[in-house]
């Protein structure tokens, strides 16, 4: 930031002393004219100078120390085991929104063209290489946080991440029968030979990538098996008072190899994961229709071109060789991860494990003093008559003061229309459903629908279509702009109104 001079001499960038009051540098003497010249010479050529070259931060760069930031409550000891694990998880998870949406755009100006540079002048190919580097440094202090820290913490307190060979033959005889009913049915392993190509590879899917010989002699073959979506990812080896095990079910696959490759010797398996494009192309300009361009345009979306390679730590560089030639990659788009791949999936033991001893206390939001109903339940509207009312969400209950505020809205008689935007709504929204039953109630309702909300464009599409089917006025957003204010208008007849003479 350059500093700049106010008519005391004191500049923005200058320290400050006590209490935050500024301080000024000390100057030179009264008698000795200022460098650069006399007058206010000196300061109009500092003013003058050119700025340095490196003044901005890599947009990318920057976002990747925020996530790093999420990292680091991870790595804090003083934070409940659960909770770490749970910033394990947002950290997974953002990582792939970044890839599939920042490192895709990228990319896509690379292949297509376009100016490559940004205000901080790195060119693309550079920070293609630089966010490489910095996401390998990342997801190594991941993994070394779970496997050093946070997994055996948890193991200590009863929740433990085990391997098929740490369990007893009970135990794996009941996991054969799982296998055998839940899993297997939904397995599809698919060889790849000169005619059988490589199979298209879904984003953010878990792959088993295996090597096979036939035992009567002939040349190895490659296979990829897909670990399934719609069967959970943590399988549960017991569950019973304060104690937890869970086994990754791709390990329960491995295990089971040979069942789905009868009478062919497995020599090596390895887990891999694909990240896809998901960044979405629509030229609001040209498109006449902005909703039957998103929806084409998500259709696409899971074909999108592979953008990063996430590969366990151990796999051997013949098999990696085979999956970046197949998907057509280059090198840095690779990331060896130690330990497991996707700690995404620590959300299911966050979620699934009833250790409040591992969490933190729940926070429940108060409800507004002012919005308190007494004896007697008091509407919104006149306790808004009595003056505004400021809320902080999350500290303020969302359900007792705006959830409640549209509700009384939508049920009121005197109120004559609706109007406000959404822009990321809950699975079952209780404010879009007093939205519908204010247009079923005759009240005129306008919702701006913001179909860009990034990954909940389709959820959107789907709400918009419903609004529109009980009579309200949906607007799709703005051309060229993302709406992402939340804002309501509600018109209400206020008194009695004036007759009218006949």
């Known amino acids: 930031m350059t500093a700049t001079p106010s008519s005391n001499g004191v500049g923005r960038n200058q320290p400050r002393g006590p209490g935050g009051r500024w301080q000024a540098r000390p100057g030179p003497?009264?008698?000795?004219?200022?460098?650069?010249g006399g007058g206010s010479g000196g300061r109009v050529a500092a003013l003058d100078e050119p700025l340095p070259d490196d003044r901005f931060l890599n947009r990318e760069l920057s976002w990747l120390d925020f996530n790093a930031r999420v990292l680091t409550l991870a790595e804090n000891p003083a934070i409940p085991l659960l909770e770490r694990a749970k910033f394990l998880a947002i950290f997974a998870g953002n990582l792939d929104e970044f890839y599939m949406v920042r490192v895709a755009g990228l990319k896509r100006r690379m292949q297509t063209g376009l100016p490559l540079r940004g205000p901080d002048g790195v060119p693309a190919r550079a920070q293609l290489e630089l966010i490489?580097?910095?996401?390998?440094?990342?997801?190594?202090?991941?993994?070394?946080?779970?496997l050093r820290e946070v997994?055996?913490?948890?193991?200590?307190?009863?929740?433990?991440?085990?391997r098929w060979s740490d369990l007893s033959p009970v135990e794996r005889d009941r996991l054969r029968d799982y296998f055998r009913d839940q899993v297997f049915p939904v397995l599809t392993p698919l060889a790849v030979d000169p005619a059988h190509p490589f199979p298209y590879i879904s984003g953010?899917?878990?792959?088993?990538?295996?090597?096979?010989?036939?035992?009567q002699g002939g040349p190895e073959l490659y296979a990829r098996v897909k670990v399934p979506n719609n069967v959970p990812r943590l399988v549960s080896v017991d569950s019973g008072g304060r104690s937890y095990r869970f086994l990754p079910v791709e390990e329960l696959i491995a295990a089971h190899l040979g069942a789905l490759f009868s009478g062919m010797d497995i020599i090596e398996h390895h887990l891999f994961r694909v990240?896809?494009?998901?960044?979405?192309?629509?030229?609001?300009?040209?498109?006449?229709?902005?909703?039957?361009?998103?929806?084409r345009e998500l259709a696409r979306r899971r074909f999108g071109p592979p953008v990063r390679l996430?590969?366990?730590?151990?796999?051997?560089?013949?098999?990696?060789e085979w999956l970046v030639r197949e998907l057509d990659m280059d090198s840095h788009d690779i990331l060896r991860v130690p330990g497991v791949l996707d700690l995404s999936a620590l959300w299911q033991v966050y979620e699934g494990v009833d250790r409040p001893d591992l969490k933190d206390r729940p926070f429940v939001p108060a409800t507004h003093p002012r919005f308190?109903?007494?004896e007697t339940p008091r509407s919104v509207f006149a306790t808004?008559?009595?003056g505004d009312i400021l809320v902080h969400h999350p500290y303020h209950s969302f359900s007792t003061s705006v959830q409640r505020f549209i509700e009384q809205a939508a049920d009121d008689p005197n109120v004559l229309a609706i109007k406000q935007t959404l822009y990321r709504t809950s699975g079952d929204s209780p404010v879009v459903d007093a939205l519908i039953d204010a247009a079923e109630a005759g009240k005129q309702v306008v919702v701006l629908v913001e179909v860009k909300a990034r990954f909940d464009e389709q959820a959107n599409i789907g709400w918009a279509r419903m609004l529109e089917k009980a009579g309200c006025h949906v607007v799709y957003g703005l051309v060229g702009l993302k709406t992402h204010c939340k804002t309501a208008l509600v018109i209400r007849q206020e008194g009695n109104p004036r007759s009218v003479p006949t």
């Open 29 to 36: 003497p009264p008698d000795e004219p200022p460098a650069g």
């Open 132 to 146: 490489s580097e910095r996401s390998a440094e990342l997801v190594g202090r991941q993994a070394r946080c779970f």
């Open 151 to 162: 997994a055996p913490g948890l193991a200590e307190a009863g929740v433990e991440m085990v």
């Open 204 to 215: 953010l899917s878990l792959n088993l990538a295996v090597m096979l010989r036939d035992p």
């Open 275 to 295: 990240t896809r494009n998901a960044d979405l192309e629509v030229e609001e300009d040209r498109d006449e229709d902005l909703l039957q361009a998103l929806e």
């Open 310 to 320: 996430e590969v366990a730590a151990s796999i051997s560089d013949h098999v990696l």
């Open 372 to 374: 308190a109903e007494g």
């Open 384 to 386: 808004l008559r009595d």
